[in-house]
T-cell receptor, first 114, second 114 residues
Framework: KNQVEQSPQSLIILEGKNCTLQ??????????LRWYKQDTGRGPVSLTI???SENTKSNGRYTATLDADTKQSSLHITASQLSDSASYIC?????????????WGLGTSLAVNP | DAGITQSPRHKVTETGTPVTLRCHQT?????MYWYRQDPGHGLRLIHY???????DKGEVSDGYSVSRSKTEDFLLTLESATSSQTSVYFC?????????????FGPGTRLTVL
């Protein structure tokens, strides 16, 4: 069964600190992996999309890594800000360019405290 | 937000009543989607559209119907609302990129069925 599992479920850090969120998947075949940020009460916003040939992709203070062999991805947030408080969702596609075949994780809830 | 609006933003209704949610986009995107988001579940696809009058079912389509008579509008109808359809509903469009189609989400509609 295709699954996406994220850890930790929730995380609290102090402003200015770094953190890393994990995503493990058992999706096959694999097409691409996406990270979304979802603020409370709003829709998800795309941070990165990576194919199997990409190891790292950055978007400002967000850096995603992908190991297609071990089927693991991480999202690293550098120098956290209060506005980083949100849910971060890992999403895997098993069919290139087909948004009908997305497997969504449950997300990691991040709280950045002053 | 890719010019996506949803209406209403909040709705409370009673079991057995029909409900229609509207998604409106301003940028002529071909693909549109309806998702629901519930605690303990990743986003789940209800229905999608690949053009005017072209729609198909997602993984949780039972109890829902959709219509797309114009490119800019995608309607989701609950013919006879049930308490299990209490959820947050998100509309999305997809935009082709060099990597994969990126999805952009609307602000969501919070529906409560009493």
């Amino acid at each position: 069964k295709n699954q996406v599992e994220q850890s930790p479920q929730s995380l609290i850090i102090l402003e200015g600190k770094n953190c890393t969120l994990q995503c493990n998947y058992t999706v096959s075949p694999f097409s691409n992996l996406r990270w979304y940020k979802q603020d409370t009460g709003r829709g998800p916003v795309s941070l990165t999309i990576m194919t199997f040939s990409e190891n790292t992709k950055s978007n400002g203070r967000y850096t995603a890594t992908l190991d297609a062999d071990t089927k693991q991805s991480s999202l690293h947030i550098t120098a956290s800000q209060l506005s980083d408080s949100a849910s971060y969702i890992c999403v895997v596609s098993d069919n290139a360019g087909n948004n009908r075949k997305l497997i969504w994780g449950l997300g990691t809830s991040l709280a950045v405290n002053p | 937000d890719a010019g996506i609006t949803q209406s209403p933003r909040h709705k409370v209704t009673e079991t057995g009543t029909p409900v229609t949610l509207r998604c409106h986009q301003t940028e002529n995107h071909r693909y549109m989607y309806w998702y629901r988001q519930d605690p303990g579940h990743g986003l789940r696809l209800i229905h999608y559209s690949y053009g005017v009058k072209d729609t198909d079912k997602g993984e949780v389509s039972d109890g829902y119907s959709v219509s797309r008579s114009k490119t800019e509008d995608f309607l989701l109808t609950l013919e006879s609302a049930t308490s299990s359809q209490t959820s947050v509903y998100f509309c999305a469009i997809s935009v082709a990129t060099s990597v994969a189609d990126t999805q952009y989400f609307g602000p969501g509609t919070r529906l409560t069925v009493l």
